[in-house]
Protein backbone atom coordinates (compact mmCIF):
# COMPACT_ATOMS: atom_id res chain seq x y z
CA UNK A 1 0.00 0.00 0.00
CA UNK A 2 1.29 3.67 -0.79
CA UNK A 3 0.40 6.51 1.20
CA UNK A 4 -1.40 9.50 -0.13
CA UNK A 5 -1.34 13.25 1.27
CA UNK A 6 -4.29 14.59 0.56
CA UNK A 7 -4.50 18.46 1.03
CA UNK A 8 -7.80 19.66 2.62
CA UNK A 9 -8.69 23.60 1.01
CA UNK A 10 -12.24 24.93 1.90
CA UNK A 11 -14.59 25.33 -0.47
CA UNK A 12 -15.22 28.71 -1.98
CA UNK A 13 -18.68 29.17 -2.28
CA UNK A 14 -20.04 29.86 -5.95
CA UNK A 15 -22.60 32.10 -7.07
CA UNK A 16 -26.01 30.65 -6.41
CA UNK A 17 -24.35 27.77 -3.96
CA UNK A 18 -25.55 27.12 -0.06
CA UNK A 19 -28.24 28.12 1.64
CA UNK A 20 -29.37 31.08 -0.23
CA UNK A 21 -32.54 29.97 -0.70
CA UNK A 22 -33.55 29.32 2.97
CA UNK A 23 -32.40 32.43 4.95
CA UNK A 24 -32.47 36.26 3.78
CA UNK A 25 -28.63 37.04 4.29
CA UNK A 26 -27.10 40.59 5.47
CA UNK A 27 -25.67 42.54 2.18
CA UNK A 28 -24.06 45.81 1.82
CA UNK A 29 -27.04 48.17 0.07
CA UNK A 30 -24.16 49.48 -2.44
CA UNK A 31 -23.81 45.65 -3.65
CA UNK A 32 -27.56 45.07 -4.13
CA UNK A 33 -28.20 48.26 -6.52
CA UNK A 34 -24.66 46.77 -8.47
CA UNK A 35 -26.28 43.58 -8.83
CA UNK A 36 -29.32 45.07 -9.36
CA UNK A 37 -27.60 47.02 -12.62
CA UNK A 38 -24.85 44.65 -13.39
CA UNK A 39 -25.93 40.85 -12.52
CA UNK A 40 -23.07 40.30 -10.48
CA UNK A 41 -23.28 38.10 -7.48
CA UNK A 42 -23.21 39.46 -4.44
CA UNK A 43 -21.56 38.33 -1.15
CA UNK A 44 -23.34 37.76 2.18
CA UNK A 45 -21.59 38.86 5.90
CA UNK A 46 -21.58 34.90 6.50
CA UNK A 47 -19.48 34.41 2.96
CA UNK A 48 -22.70 32.85 0.85
CA UNK A 49 -22.06 34.27 -2.97
CA UNK A 50 -25.42 34.35 -5.07
CA UNK A 51 -27.20 36.95 -7.60
CA UNK A 52 -29.85 37.79 -5.99
CA UNK A 53 -33.38 37.50 -7.60
CA UNK A 54 -36.18 36.80 -4.53
CA UNK A 55 -37.90 38.53 -1.74
CA UNK A 56 -36.10 38.76 1.03
CA UNK A 57 -38.66 39.16 3.43
CA UNK A 58 -40.41 35.72 2.59
CA UNK A 59 -37.37 34.12 4.33
CA UNK A 60 -35.64 34.39 8.04
CA UNK A 61 -32.27 36.08 8.29
CA UNK A 62 -29.30 33.60 8.10
CA UNK A 63 -27.95 33.01 11.53
CA UNK A 64 -24.67 33.99 10.79
CA UNK A 65 -25.33 37.00 9.23
CA UNK A 66 -27.33 38.01 11.96
CA UNK A 67 -24.07 36.80 14.74
CA UNK A 68 -21.53 38.75 12.51
CA UNK A 69 -23.60 41.34 12.16
CA UNK A 70 -24.20 42.06 16.22
CA UNK A 71 -20.63 41.54 16.79
CA UNK A 72 -19.65 44.24 14.54
CA UNK A 73 -21.97 46.53 15.83
CA UNK A 74 -23.86 47.68 13.43
Do not use: N
Not at 7 to 15: D, G, M, S
Not at 51 to 68: A, M
Amino acid sequence: MSSVDIEQRPRVAEPDDGDHERFSHYVPRSSIVESAVTGKAVTALCGKRWVPSRDPERFPICPECKRLKSERGT
